[in-house]
Structure formats: structure tokens, C-alpha cells
């Protein structure tokens, strides 16, 4: 009776090991591992915290009018209709007025369907473009100033092409059609 019962605890034993103790055991080896995995992420936080701090205070350093020029200059998105405005405020003040707006994605953009002008094409430096077309009609020498006004305002553009026409109501008169691209941070 007494080896009965020795075998049957011994047998009860190794049921319960392998029935409960041993698939707890492996899920608790899992956890430990998550736990790991949590711990290192905290850790990486932590240091984004401290990179962060350093920033802010770096940032704090610099005069708010410089920091919205530098906003200006490259914003971190895309508004395309300040972008419009600020252009057409360039061309008011040489009396121009500009007509056929058209925002043109970038070829690589044309690849993602249902993509808007302001979700161009992703690229690997970190900041991303917008082409903008427009017509303005106007004399040459007064073309040459708006193309100055543009040079000289705070937003980052590049000309990328400008064509012209004759305009059929005067001789010393042009249709100029220009196409710029400008950029933001992602």
C-alpha cells in the first residue's frame, strides 16, 4: 500500500509538472523576455527625454521672430493656400496679378493612388516638395522685379522653369508662365 501511494504522488507530481508548472514556467520565460524589451524601451525613452530637454533648451535660446522666419523659410507642412497667398502678395506688389494656379505632384508621387498635392511623394532626405504653376502677364522688366520679390521672400523656392508669349494686346507685353517648386520638413 505504501508503494501505491508513493507511486501514485510520484505520478501526481509529474502530471502537475507537466500539466501546469512547465506551460506557466514557459509563459513566464516569455514575460521576462517582454519585460526586457520593456525595460529597454524605457531606457530608450529616457534618453529621447534627455535629447529632447537639451533641444527645448537649445530652442529657447533663439529669439521668437527668428524661429518663425526659419518656420517660414522651410515649414514642417505644407499650407497650399498661404503658399498661394504669399505668392500672390509678391506679384500685388509689382501690380501683377496671377491666373491658371495648378499644384503639380512630383513624378515619383503619381505612383500612390488617391495621393493630394499636399501628400507628394516621400523622400529620403527628410523633407519633401510641391510644384506650383502659375501665368502672370506683364513687361519683362516688370516680370524681372516679381522674380526678385520671390528671390528675396522668406519661403525656400526654386524656379524650375519659366516660358513666355507674346501677349497679343501690345507689343511690349508677355504672357509668362512659371513653375516653381517649394519644399517642407516631414
Known amino acids: 500500500m505504501r508503494n501505491i501511494i508513493a507511486i501514485l504522488l510520484i505520478v501526481s507530481s509529474i502530471g502537475v509538472f507537466f500539466g501546469f508548472i512547465k506551460p506557466n514556467y514557459e509563459n513566464i520565460k516569455v514575460l521576462q523576455a517582454e519585460e526586457a524589451t520593456y525595460d529597454e524601451s524605457l531606457a530608450q525613452i529616457e534618453v529621447f527625454k534627455t535629447t529632447l530637454a537639451q533641444h527645448e533648451k537649445t530652442l529657447s535660446k533663439f529669439d521668437q521672430e527668428d524661429l518663425v522666419k526659419l518656420e517660414k523659410f522651410i515649414p514642417s507642412?505644407?499650407?497650399?493656400?498661404?503658399?498661394?497667398?504669399?505668392?500672390?502678395?509678391?506679384?500685388?506688389?509689382?501690380?501683377?496679378?496671377?491666373?491658371?494656379i495648378t499644384l503639380n505632384q512630383p513624378s515619383s508621387a503619381s505612383n500612390q493612388p488617391n495621393a493630394t498635392p499636399a501628400q507628394t511623394a516621400t523622400s529620403k532626405q527628410g523633407y519633401e516638395s510641391i510644384s506650383i504653376s502659375f501665368s502672370v502677364t506683364s513687361t519683362y522688366g516688370n516680370f524681372l522685379s516679381f522674380i526678385g520679390g520671390i528671390e528675396k521672400s522668406l519661403r525656400l523656392v526654386d524656379i524650375t522653369s519659366v516660358s513666355f508669349s507674346p501677349s497679343s494686346d501690345k507689343g511690349d507685353i508677355y504672357n509668362f508662365h512659371v513653375t516653381l517648386r517649394t519644399y517642407w520638413l516631414k
Open 77 to 100: 507642412s505644407i499650407d497650399n493656400v498661404k503658399l498661394i497667398i504669399d505668392i500672390n502678395n509678391i506679384a500685388s506688389n509689382f501690380g501683377l496679378g496671377i491666373k491658371g
